[in-house]
């Protein structure tokens, strides 16, 4: 009888047919064999499906499709539901795993005996190599702190046990795009990372069906993320006691999040003055002040 976890890929695509292809061979082709594939088609029209299919004569493949709904969250979120994994882990369907990446990944896991494990990346845009040489937040251990500021974590990265979605919930189905970033504050609000310091994604960008093509900053998404987080956090003080965190921890958490919250306002009130949009900009200095104010009231700095 084969004794090892039972790994659940899920990977989400939406019209990417050859590069779902690359994704899914990435997967095939992992050393760890004992892996649960769960590909879940937002809808494709460009012959998803037809060849999801085929192919699963050839090896185990979940096909699921849904109805079209934009929402990489939800897209994601039905791949949780219809997995069986112990541990899950991401692949975006533009993105490609190195041959190693879930058995290093389940082998770190359980020598530090960890929830939730991220890796390096490489980043490719339009056929070249980004330096990630000015990355310089944490990213083992406590990083909730690094994790307000930006999304640090990459969801074709990240490996978990399946019961951390039992004290976080699972990724927002509302958000278009930060739906990570807003996943990733409540996971590092209550757990410490493992990570694996080698390059085993290799992340593909500057295409223009990406989202993070459409919007010119994604500030405003992570200003709701945060709001979102916060509104967790006043029901979540039985989860950290839950996992051992003490009362101090959680307010800890909650005067970073209002300090992080009155910065990233103050920056998006800034950039409504300068394009114009006085009356926007006035509602986020509001917003600076009253986050302001709960920070002082909650701080412990």
């Known amino acids: 009888m084969n ?8 990977i989400p695509t939406y019209n990417r047919l050859e590069l779902l292809k690359e994704a899914v061979f990435s997967v095939i082709a992992q050393n760890y064999k004992n892996i649960e594939l769960v590909v879940v088609d937002d809808g494709s029209t460009d012959g998803t499906e037809g060849w999801c299919l085929s192919e699963m004569e050839h ?3 979940k096909y699921i499709r849904i109805e079209h709904t934009g929402f990489p969250g939800r897209v994601r979120n039905v791949g949780v539901e219809n997995s ?3 541990y899950l882990a991401f692949l975006d369907s533009d993105d490609l795993w190195v041959g190693e990446k879930v058995e290093k990944q389940l082998t770190l896991i359980m020598t530090e005996g960890c929830s939730i494990c991220h890796t390096r990346e490489r980043w490719i845009r339009n056929g070249r190599e980004i330096s990630q040489s000015k ?15 930006k999304c640090i974590i990459g969801p074709s990265t990240v490996m978990l046990k399946r019961e ?8 927002n189905e509302k958000m278009e795009i930060a739906e990570d970033y807003d996943l ?27 989202l993070s093509e459409k919007y010119g900053q994604i500030e405003i998404f992570r200003i709701e993320g945060l709001e979102n987080f916060l509104v967790w956090l006043g029901g979540a003080r039985g989860y950290f006691r839950a996992l051992g965190w003490g009362e101090e921890r959680l307010s800890q958490i909650k005067a970073l999040a209002y300090r992080e919250l009155a910065r990233k306002c103050g920056i998006y009130a800034n ?9 926007e900009g006035r509602t986020y200095l509001e917003k600076v002040e009253k986050y302001n104010i709960l920070y002082r009231q909650c701080s412990v700095f």
């Open 271 to 279: 950039g409504c003055f300068k394009r114009g949009r006085d009356g």
């Open 59 to 61: 090896f185990p493949l």
């Open 164 to 171: 951390v979605f039992d004290y976080v919930g699972l990724f």
């Open 3 to 10: 004794t090892k976890p039972l790994v659940s890929v899920i």
């Open 84 to 86: 069986s994994g112990e």
């Open 184 to 210: 990733w504050l409540r996971v590092t609000a209550l757990y410490r990372v493992c990570y694996v310091d080698e390059p085993l994604v290799i992340k593909r960008g500057g295409r223009p069906d990406q």
């Open 135 to 149: 990355q310089r937040h944490r990213r083992r251990g406590d990083i909730f702190e690094d994790a307000l500021a």
